[in-house]
């Protein structure tokens, strides 16, 4: 999920007050403390153009092409 706010270039506090989620809740699934409820999970989806099987499990065989380009590009660059 951080990965995903950082692409959109948002704060977690602008994030929570677009999608109605509390702040601390976000946090915590950013933190991988807690798992999104199926409300909120479908939420960051739209928001951010990801899958649920994606949002849950990493794997990015349904994403849009250009989302799946997009998040390798910014795992080489940050991870390089």
Do not use: W
């Not at 990801?50 to 990015?60: A, E, P, R, W």
């Amino acid at each position: 999920l951080k990965l995903l706010r950082n692409l959109s270039k948002i704060t977690q506090k602008e994030l929570c007050l677009l999608l109605e989620i509390q702040p601390g809740t976000y946090n915590h699934y950013e933190r991988g403390l807690n798992r999104p409820d199926v409300s909120n999970a479908l939420k960051l989806c739209a928001f951010y153009g990801v899958t649920l099987d994606y949002l849950f499990s990493g794997n990015m065989a349904g994403l849009p092409h250009e989302k799946a380009k997009e998040i390798i590009h910014y795992h080489a660059k940050n991870n390089a």
